[in-house]
């Protein structure tokens, strides 16, 4: 049972336009959700993260955006560059400091 | 830089050995979680530890287990290896209660 669903499983963006990858959860006890970045052989690195009791976080071009009763939640990447080519999660927490993961989004970001 | 800090990155066993993967957390984060990640999947939940106890576990099996030290370091054992636990390794860790989790590089294991 996934827990987490995250879409589109692949997506290709050009320089500068919108990245935008979305993930649906249905335990309402989750209460952090965190995105993580992860290059090829690295491990996931933390980017940017959002509390259930705010509709949108931004930081520099990153924005979270969150529907609590949809419980629905999306990330953002405005002019999108090729650096930003990597595998991004979404994730869930509960119990303590565990993690449910999306499946990924691998993103390519073409020049 | 998290300041996690995994060891050893690659290692290659035998189906049926056992293996012992390492983890130095961040500076003053007491809770260390592991993850297990197959190639082209998300992380999956392993356990946690806390204050040196397991608080916390996902659907692994008991011959996946841990230690954690009283300088928070921890420890991945993995008995009777399967082909299929052939993956990335990643510790995770943080401040109980934190929001900010952070992972290591991660330690990739190949049974053979």
């Known amino acids: 049972q996934q827990q987490v669903k995250q879409s589109p499983q692949s997506l290709i963006v050009q320089k500068g336009g919108i990245s935008i990858i979305n993930c649906a959860y249905e335990n309402t006890a989750f209460d952090y959700f965190p995105w993580y970045q992860q290059f090829p052989g690295k491990g996931p690195a933390l980017l940017i993260a959002i509390r259930p009791d705010v509709s949108e976080k931004k930081e520099g071009r990153f924005t979270i955006s969150f529907n609590k009763s949809a419980k629905q939640f999306s990330l953002h990447i405005m002019d999108s560059q090729p650096g930003d080519s990597a595998t991004y999660f979404c994730a869930a927490r509960e119990d303590g400091n565990k993690l449910v993961f999306g499946a990924g989004t691998i993103l390519r970001v073409k020049s | ?112």
């Open chain 2, 1 to 112: 830089e998290t300041g996690v800090t995994q060891s050893p990155t690659h290692l290659i066993k035998t189906r049926g050995q056992q293996v012992t993967l390492r983890c130095s957390s961040q500076s003053g984060h007491n809770t260390v979680s592991w993850y297990q990640q197959a190639l082209g999947q998300g992380p999956q939940f392993i356990f946690q530890y806390y204050r040196e106890e397991e608080n916390g576990r996902g659907n692994f099996p008991p011959r996946f287990s841990g230690l954690q030290f009283p300088n928070y370091s921890s420890e991945l054992n993995v008995n009777a290896l399967e082909l299929d636990d052939s993956a990335l390794y990643l510790c995770a860790s943080s401040l109980a209660g934190g929001n900010t989790i952070y992972f290591g590089e991660g330690s990739w294991l190949t049974v053979v």
